[in-house]
């Protein structure tokens, strides 16, 4: 395996029941670090499933998965912890703390990582004004529309420049215009950050319009469809007319050096 690997899958099985049948069977694959794929398939399919065992939240009840080189199936519950402050999820049902406000689910995992009070309020404002909620940061996730929610859940996940960004059909609840700036922000830190990404979605209008390659889930197994025969990284002049937000190479330049502010600091 290429030292450029962020994920490989070695003859993986998953079940959810020791005497059910496999969700997925003999999945091999080593996705390089910086790669951007589409996850398809069919509801049931086994979509979620391979999210969650890469993002550790399911283990193989047989093969091996490595994460950035790391052998994952015999690890403790401290290493895997570890392994997450790489990685961040995206699902579909939020996943948004009830009893807390928009800014603090966004800060959660800044806080985790122990970042000052000050330097965590600058990156949380410039997040949520990104993903078009400034003016909503101190509301209760609950107040918000479905599609709210998903943008605070995504601002959340983005916020520690992730190495591996998984999202479980993060536009599904948005119109275009805010489907648009969602897949422009996963474009740009795939660019900028060089973050490994992997979207589901039954999007076929998204896959069409972003030629990324295609990861397929059906009947327990997974092929990968090249996609990308006109290869883009930019948006279709359609999509491109419904763009409202600010520039995301922008943000994410600005972000990057807030991010190499607070290392220095």
């Not at 003859?11 to 005497?19: E, F, L, Q, T």
């Not at 399911?58 to 790391?70: E, M």
């Not at 015999?74 to 996943?95: G, P």
């Not at 973050?195 to 397929?216: D, G, N, Q, R, W």
Request: charged share 20%; glycine share 6%; aromatic share 8%.
């Amino acid at each position: 395996m290429s030292d450029n690997t962020a994920i490989s899958f070695a003859n993986v099985g998953a079940r959810y029941d020791d005497n059910a049948r496999e969700v997925l069977s003999d999945v091999s694959f080593n996705i390089s670090a910086g790669a951007f794929y589409f996850l398809s398939g069919a509801s049931g399919a086994g979509k979620t499933t391979l999210l969650r065992l890469i993002y550790q939240l399911h283990k193989p009840c047989r093969g091996q998965i490595k994460l950035f080189g790391r052998i994952t199936n015999d690890m403790t519950r401290d290493e895997i912890a570890k392994l997450r402050h790489k990685m961040a999820i995206v699902f579909q049902e939020y996943s948004l703390l009830s009893h807390m406000s928009v800014f603090d689910n966004v800060a959660l995992p800044l806080r985790v990582r122990g970042l000052s009070e000050s330097k965590i309020k600058k990156l949380v404002i410039k997040v949520l004004e990104w993903v078009g909620l400034a003016k909503y940061a101190d509301a209760n996730p609950k107040t918000l529309s479905g599609g709210q929610q998903q943008r605070v859940s995504v601002a959340r996940a983005i916020i520690i420049q992730p190495a591996i960004l998984l999202a479980d059909e993060p536009t599904g609840n948005l119109d275009d215009e805010n489907a648009s700036r969602l897949m422009e922000l996963f474009v740009q830190m795939n660019k900028t950050f060089g973050t490994t990404i992997i979207l589901a979605t039954h999007s076929t209008k998204l896959m069409e319009t972003y030629k990324f390659p295609v990861i397929h889930v059906e009947n327990h197994r997974v092929s990968f469809i090249n996609n990308t025969t006109t290869q883009k990284t930019a948006p279709s002049d359609a999509t491109k007319k419904i763009w409202k937000g600010p520039k995301p190479q922008n943000y994410f330049t600005e972000l990057s050096k807030q991010f190499e502010d607070i290392g220095n600091a």
